[in-house]
């Protein structure tokens, strides 16, 4: 979220009950994104024999960053001082220490802050659960996506919502191109490459075997993104309102440019195309849901449904990556698409909010591609590095045998289904 | 007594079971199975990702009869599941050594 410094925010004391509610119900807003929202997104494209690893995975995820959030995680993302060289902020609210029921942050208290901030925290892992799908050990699946918290989300967070580096240079994302879906994007396809392509892929069939889970979960991604995007504003207010109606177009947009080009290319429009275009329009309009007008929002989602449709069959079929979800072209690609083309629609010219004084596209479309960068360079480097420690822990992957007969049944002794 | 065994349509399984009810069968036991003979498969598309399904859902309904019915049953059988189209099914008819009807204990026609 993009801090405006207002004379409001220097009186300090006054909690905003409008500001406060809206903040609590963004914050759930966003948890359903990841509980059920993703995990039925996800699930639902798998194999029947790996639903609940995925459920599982979700979950998991969710509970330890809850936790790593708290003890770690919030204070080394928005603490006063820097660690590590900058890398991070300081441990002065680890524990959240000093975090009490009349502390606050802004107009809300800082509870229902650290709250928030703690969805992006989880679902920014769980997102990346896609690049290894129905090959991964749980154990360490967990291991590697609570250290990745730390080392690659934390930091990234820091220097471009905690006062860090990037926001100082005026990097503009308001609600995590780069913190959530850069560097979901890149950390999936990184895992991908590191641990390898299915058995079979691409030749044996790997359809989807349940579509109605992934398009509920699809709906409730939508629906949860308005406080994703909205919340961000960390105000009941305009800049809100808006955010969330820009959010909404860039959904409405990139299902239909995603559809549209699949008709063209493929001869149908699929369910599994238009819901896979939303996710794209919404992550691509995600950094710039605070700063563009809805004529910029539209042309940023049509954008997103065909470059995220387009660099979808470039990974799967021409380098025929398993990055078995997609989580790579629509959230990595749909990110830097998006970070970028905040640039050019902040503009009062081009609909949007206004660039700060002095500042033209050129420069900004700069800065904007010196953060992607950065983020690709510091996600992908450090992700390798976690992958290959934790393998040396305990396997990444399961056996070739284990996989067949897939992870409910191997890792859980469990089935998803009775019927 | 045989077994007649006819793989359908799924979407003729209600017509057949009004027929066979029609020619005095009292029973039948139905399952769901996939298969082709000469009716081609489809193709499905997900995400770019093309698949070619060569199996395709069908009916089977198995029917224990008296010998004496067995020609009604088959007719009734091809009459409700034909379309005309490839892929309307086949029926086989098998000996059928031994029934036996599980509550009472009776055994051969009497337990059909």
């Given amino acids: 979220m993009f801090l405006v410094l207002s004379p409001a925010a220097f009186a300090a004391e006054g909690l905003d009950t409008g500001d406060t509610a809206w903040m609590m119900t963004s914050t759930a807003l966003v948890l359903f994104m990841t509980l059920p929202g993703l995990a039925l997104f996800y699930s639902g494209l798998v194999g029947n024999r790996n639903v609940l690893s995925v459920m599982m995975q979700c979950f998991a995820i969710a509970c330890g960053a809850s936790l790593i959030w708290v003890i770690a995680g919030y204070s080394l993302t928005f603490g006063e001082g820097q660690l590590f060289g900058g890398l991070t902020g300081g441990m002065g609210k680890g524990l959240l220490a000093g975090v009490g029921v009349d502390s606050t942050s802004g107009s809300i208290p800082e509870s229902v802050f650290v709250m928030f901030q703690m969805t992006f925290a989880i679902i920014t892992p769980a997102l990346i659960v896609g690049g290894f799908a129905e090959r991964i050990r749980f154990s360490s699946m967990l291991l590697f996506s609570m250290l990745w918290l730390l080392v690659v989300y934390v930091p990234v967070a820091h220097w471009v919502w905690g006062g860090g580096w990037l926001a100082a240079r ?42 109605p889970f992934t398009v ?88 997103a449904g065909v470059v995220c449709f387009f660099a979808t069959l470039l990974i799967k079929q021409k380098f025929k990556i ?55 360079a510091w996600c992908g480097i450090s992700t390798f590095v976690l992958l290959k420690l934790v393998n040396m822990i305990v396997a990444l992957r399961v056996s070739a045998d284990e996989e067949t007969e897939g992870l409910d049944l191997v890792l859980h002794e469990e089935r998803g289904y009775d019927i | 007594m045989k077994l007649v065994t006819a793989i359908i349509k799924p979407f003729r399984l209600d017509d057949v079971r009004n027929a066979l009810s029609e020619v005095g069968v009292q029973g039948m036991t139905v399952i769901e199975v996939k298969g082709f003979g000469r009716q081609r498969g489809h193709t499905e598309l997900y995400r770019g990702a093309e698949y070619v399904v060569d199996f395709l859902p069908k009916a089977k309904v ?48 009497s337990a059909l």
């Fill in chain 2, 62 to 109: 198995e029917i224990a009869v008296a010998d004496d019915r067995v020609e009604a049953v088959v007719e009734a059988i091809i009459e409700s599941a034909r379309t005309g189209k490839v892929g309307d099914g086949k029926i086989f008819v098998t000996d059928l050594c031994e029934v036996h009807r599980i509550r009472t204990g009776e055994v051969g026609e």
């Fill in chain 1, 216 to 303: 509920a979960g699809a709906g409730m991604l939508w629906v949860g993104w308005f406080g994703f995007n909205g919340g961000s504003a960390l105000a009941a207010n305009g800049a809100a309102g808006m955010a969330i109606l820009v959010t909404h177009l860039g959904a409405a947009a990139g299902s239909l440019a995603w559809m549209s080009c699949e008709w063209l290319r493929f001869g149908k429009p699929s369910v599994l195309g238009i819901v896979t275009g939303m996710v794209a329009g919404l992550g691509t309009i995600t950094p710039a849901s605070g700063f563009v007008g809805p004529g910029g929002a539209i042309i940023i989602g049509l954008s």
């Fill in chain 1, 170 to 211: 005026g990097f503009m994302d308001f609600a995590g191109g780069a913190v959530v879906h850069i560097n979901a994007g890149v950390g999936a396809l990184v895992a991908a490459l590191i641990i390898g392509n299915r058995k079979g892929f691409p030749t044996t069939q790997m359809a989807p075997h349940n579509l």
């Fill in chain 1, 322 to 376: 398993d990055d078995s979800l997609d989580v790579f072209p629509v959230h990595g690609v749909g990110g830097c698409l998006g970070i970028l083309l905040t640039a050019i629609f902040v503009s009062k010219s081009y609909g949007g909010m206004g660039l700060p004084e002095g500042v033209s596209i050129g420069h900004q479309l700069g800065v904007q591609a010196l953060g992607a960068v950065a983020t690709v």
